[in-house]
């Protein structure tokens, strides 16, 4: 298969003729059905979908040759995928797909070599990046400004800030700043 971008995923069904909840990942929801019949993961199937309404931050579709309940909900799950050539072309260089930064060679700002990128994920708070590092070991770290100042994509490359890295890490511990006595006295502002 060639280069292949998840634009969506089915959540399930609506109601009992085969309508099914999408959710969508590109960047215009509604473009999720605009580039022609989705793949699943392997490109084994392929589904036509007509969007017919929305319901909460999903939208119902009409998933052609899915006629009932059971059908629609057999679907719940499946990753969408469109041909990476499908999608239009980014506007400038600030721009980019996600899937475009995968296997990008991740550099300290002195270029050295600090990983590889392996994925991209989004828990909730945001974008966090997977990096294979040299050992092997995986690090994932927040797709940020601050943490990742420089894709440059047609070079091959992102410019990791360790030094933001590591003091977002240190900063998370749950004990007093140095230099916060008032926290370690109990005296000062209370926080709920």
Avoid: W
């Avoid at 292949?4 to 960047?27: D, E, N, P, Y």
């Avoid at 797709?143 to 440059?152: E, L, N, Q, Y």
């Amino acid at each position: 298969m060639t280069s292949m971008i998840c634009v969506g995923q089915f959540a399930g069904s609506h109601g009992v003729r085969g309508l099914v909840k999408l959710r969508s990942f590109t960047q215009d929801p509604a473009d999720v059905a605009a580039y022609g019949p989705l793949a699943d993961e392997t490109g084994a199937r392929l589904f036509k979908v007509t969007l017919q309404g929305k319901v909460k931050d999903l939208f119902l579709a009409k998933v052609e040759g899915i006629t009932n309940r059971e059908q629609a909900q057999a679907l719940a799950g499946v990753r969408l995928h469109v041909d990476r050539a499908a999608l239009p072309e980014t506007e400038d260089d600030d721009s980019f797909y996600h899937a475009d930064l995968i296997g990008l060679r991740a550099e300290r700002a002195d270029g050295s070599l600090y990983g590889m990128v392996k994925a991209i994920y989004d828990f909730g708070g945001g974008d966090v990046l997977e990096i294979r590092i040299g050992s092997g070991a995986l690090e994932m770290l927040p797709f940020s400004k601050a943490c990742v100042p420089v894709v440059d994509v047609r070079g091959g490359r992102i410019v990791v800030d360790l030094p933001t890295v590591i003091e977002a890490r240190e900063g998370d511990g749950d004990g007093p700043e140095d230099g916060d006595e008032d926290a370690e006295d109990g005296e000062g502002e209370q926080r709920p």
